[in-house]
């Protein structure tokens, strides 16, 4: 029997793990109000349901309790640098691109208000490497192209609203 990409990702993830993964239909099987925080470290931009996955993840937090959600900021300098070639875009299994602006109104739309935005700023450097190896032959640059890349994004961000290359969102449900 030949498996499916997704079967096998899903096969090596357990695997690394020690523990089967659960398909995402079994959030609906989350008992209501029973967790005080929810992570989600680069998947909410992968999540074809995302409406109804947000209502599901809202409806298994406490009241009071904090969704932590890291994505890529499509409005970050990396953007601007690598334009088409930038990583981060990786259609078609990024479904989604956030701003922080779109990010607030999102979450301000399922009961969720943003308390704090913190910055990943290694992830210039991860992202930079990667769309340093996706780009055209003629364009590419080296480890120092990478190095360079990652560290004049965090520096612009440093100076223009935090604009970095991946976001971390702290917000909490608003209690009801």
Known sequence: ?????????????AERVG???QEPEMLTELAPG?????????????????????DQLLAALKPGGQLL???????????????????SYDVP??????????M????????????QTLPLPLDAYYISM???RDRSAEHVGGPLAVLKAGYLSNQYA???????????????????
């Open 69 to 87: 959600i890291a994505v890529p900021n499509v409005d970050s300098l990396d953007v601007q640098h690598y334009r088409q070639a930038w990583a």
């Open 158 to 176: 440093a100076q223009h609203d935090g604009q970095y290359s991946s976001l971390l969102y702290v917000a909490e449900r608003i209690a009801s």
């Open 34 to 54: 029973s967790f005080d925080v929810i992570t989600l470290w680069h998947v909410l931009e992968h999540v074809h349901t995302l409406n109804e996955t947000l």
């Open 1 to 13: 029997m030949r498996l499916r990409a997704d079967q096998r990702h899903q096969l090596a993830a």
């Open 130 to 132: 990667l769309s340093e």
């Open 19 to 21: 523990q089967a993964i």
């Open 93 to 102: 299994r990024h479904l989604y691109h956030f701003s922080p602006g779109t």
């Open 104 to 115: 607030r109104q999102l979450l301000a739309r399922h009961g969720l208000r943003v308390r």
